[in-house]
Each structure stands twice: as C-alpha cells, then as structure tokens.
C-alpha cells in the first residue's frame, strides 16, 4: 500500500505541474525540483514564484537573480539534515 500511494503522489505531482509523461519532460521535472531544494531560500522563494515551465528557464532567471544581487550560487552555507532532526546551518 505504501508503494501504491507513492505511485499516486508522483502521478499527482506530474498532474499538477503540467508535465507531460515524456522521459525528457520527467527528467526535467525532477531536476528542477532537486536544483530548487539546494538552493538558497530567498532564490527559490523567488524561482518559486514565477512558476518557471522549463530547466532552462530555471537556469536563466537564476542567473539574472544573482546577477542582481551579485551574488554566486555557493556564497551561502546549505542547510544540513541530520536524521529527523531540524535542518542547521553549517559554515
């Protein structure tokens, strides 16, 4: 059952963002979600906001947002999980 019910999260989510069930279009899918969740809070607040369809989008607001604010994508500490405790940050 629990198989069952990821199966249908993931059918729910493509559904959701309008993708369509192609290899390419999948992938593209997870890649950006992968990249936003590594990312800096304020820069995926703002990427997250535009509801970009494409990686390729993805890439070139990212790169006009730290543009803007001279600012490289690794100037900030990641935040680190440990176990199922609360995310902390690391210099």
């Known amino acids: 059952m629990f198989i069952v019910r990821i199966v249908t999260y993931l059918d729910r989510w493509i559904e959701l963002s ?15 979600e992968q990249f936003m969740d590594a990312c800096p809070e304020d820069l995926t607040t703002s990427l997250r906001e535009k ?15 730290l543009k803007a604010r001279n600012r490289k994508l690794c100037d900030q500490p990641r935040k680190m999980f440990q176990g199922n405790s609360r995310p902390r940050m690391d210099a």
């Open 51 to 65: 509801d970009l369809p494409t990686l390729e989008r993805v890439a070139k607001e990212t790169d006009l947002f």
């Open 18 to 32: 309008k993708t369509d069930k192609s290899y390419e279009n999948l992938k593209d899918l997870i890649v950006r």
